[in-house]
């Protein structure tokens, strides 16, 4: 076949473009299907021990041990183990809140430590173990506060547990992350202090 002249091919295109419906647009490519999470951040002690509690609970996607609640920006462990940056040890959950809700995640939180004592948990002592729950929205802080009331019949001594906005995050370094699972044959933390934990809630054999 003969190729054609750049005139004639000018026509072929321009009739083709006018041969197109005046309305037509191009097609949408579907976008892939996401998952509806969200995330809940607690301290209550050490968080190889919430984390550890965690874990078990079906509907949850990630759990990331970190620091939240104080002033120094993107502190280390070693930081925040003196006690001066104001954070506390937390954990972020990424959760699937169509299989476990907030409020439920609220219910272990209150059994997975003790939320009456002050800056303490167990042997660990200082404000980076102070129970706390940082809200992401108003319908959080208003959830934990319900949540914190009618969890108080529990206990008889007053919930010291603050409960205010989280405003930054800090992941924490990466040998935190996962510690029980990662470290329950070689630290004896995780087998005097994790593991009894675990076995009371009902959560390890």
């Known amino acids: 076949m003969r190729p054609l002249n750049p005139v004639t091919l000018l026509s072929v ?14 097609s949408p490519t579907p976008a892939p299907a996401s998952q509806k ?13 919430m984390d550890a509690v965690y874990q078990y609970v079906p509907g949850i996607i990630k759990i990331t041990s970190g620091f939240a609640g104080g002033s120094t920006d993107h502190p280390t462990y070693e930081q925040v183990c003196t006690g001066r940056t104001g ?3 937390v954990i972020q959950i990424t959760y ?5 809700s907030y409020n439920q995640l609220l219910d272990l939180f209150w059994k997975a430590h003790d ?8 042997a660990d002592s200082g404000t980076q173990y ?3 729950i940082l809200t992401s929205s108003p319908e959080e802080a208003t959830e934990a506060e319900a949540s914190k009331k009618k969890a108080q019949a529990q206990f008889p ?3 010291v547990t603050e409960i205010v906005p989280l405003k930054t995050f800090y992941p924490a370094e990466e040998y935190h992350q996962d510690y029980y699972q ?3 044959d070689k630290n004896p933390y995780c087998q005097v202090v994790i593991a009894p934990k675990l076995k009371k809630l009902g959560l390890e054999k």
């Open 87 to 89: 954070h506390a040890e």
């Open 115 to 122: 939320p009456t004592t002050l800056n303490r948990q167990g």
């Open 157 to 159: 001594d007053p919930i």
């Open 182 to 184: 990662n470290n329950k």
């Open 37 to 49: 999470t969200a995330t809940a951040t607690f301290g209550g002690g050490c968080f190889w021990c």
């Open 13 to 26: 295109l321009t009739l083709a473009i006018m041969s197109l419906p005046m309305n037509a647009t191009p």
């Open 130 to 132: 102070r129970s706390i």
């Open 96 to 100: 699937d809140p169509a299989k476990v």
